[in-house]
């Protein structure tokens, strides 16, 4: 796996909402491949590399929870923050969330524990200071001393994930339990899920066909033709 990396993600709970279930959110079983692409991100990232999840590894029993959480059924109108801008004055551009919030049911994930590999490709914006290799011993670096950016989340950010580099010359952790929901014995179909939005054209969400097989979820590359819109 040439300038891959190995990320262990773990956390108290997680929502990788469907987007067929906006209002109650409902969590995927696993986590999405644009989830740990956020994730990577986080710690790492620069216009001139492009992160591809090529695996997710499920280390703990899937357990879903139901909670209820408070959210704001409203946001600020772009039309007027294009106006703040422009003018340098924030005039009306308030929200009370007060006044929106909602209570909201939601199904999710806890105490959840993942390995996610991944490699990188350098896009056409890297220029002659780039290479593999400077920005591959960069991300090793930030994630032994545990910095990044922004905190990494699992799926929403007050669900904060722990990450930690698995090593090259390190085995990869086995999962806790050898269960038929992680796909032991036979491999467990989890239907279409979320791939990414197509950012670079029409911001189309792209799916693909999930299989949970011994705890191991592949990720088609990016022009797969298992990827739909």
């Not at 997680?14 to 986590?31: G, I, L, N």
């Not at 939005?197 to 299989?211: E, K, V, W, Y």
């Amino acid at each position: 796996m040439a300038f891959g990396v190995r990320l262990r993600v773990s956390g108290d709970y997680a929502c990788f909402t469907r987007p067929e279930m906006k209002v109650e959110r409902v969590s995927y079983d696993v986590m999405t491949p644009s989830a740990a692409r956020g994730i990577l991100e986080a710690i790492h990232w620069k216009p001139a590399i492009k992160w591809i999840v090529e695996e997710i590894r499920v280390l703990k029993p899937i357990r879903f929870q139901s909670i209820r959480r408070n959210e704001v059924g409203a946001k600020a109108p772009v039309t007027a923050i294009r106006k703040a801008m422009r003018s340098d004055d924030l005039g009306d551009l308030s929200l009370v969330v007060e006044d929106h919030r909602q209570q909201r049911a939601a199904t999710v994930l806890a105490n959840v524990d993942y390995v996610i590999s991944a490699r990188f490709e350098l896009t056409p914006k890297a220029d002659g200071s780039d290479n593999p290799g400077k920005h591959l011993d960069t991300f090793n670096r930030r994630t032994r001393k545990g910095q990044c950016f922004h905190q990494p989340c699992l799926g929403t950010r007050e669900f904060p994930a722990r990450f930690e580099l698995i090593e090259p010359d390190a085995p990869l952790p086995t999962p806790e339990t050898e269960t038929p929901d992680l796909g032991f014995g036979t491999p467990r179909d989890l239907g279409f899920m979320l791939y990414d939005i197509d950012h670079g054209g029409d911001r189309s969400s792209l799916f693909f066909r999930a299989t949970l097989d011994r705890g191991v979820m592949k990720v088609p590359p990016p022009d797969s033709p298992e990827i739909r819109r």
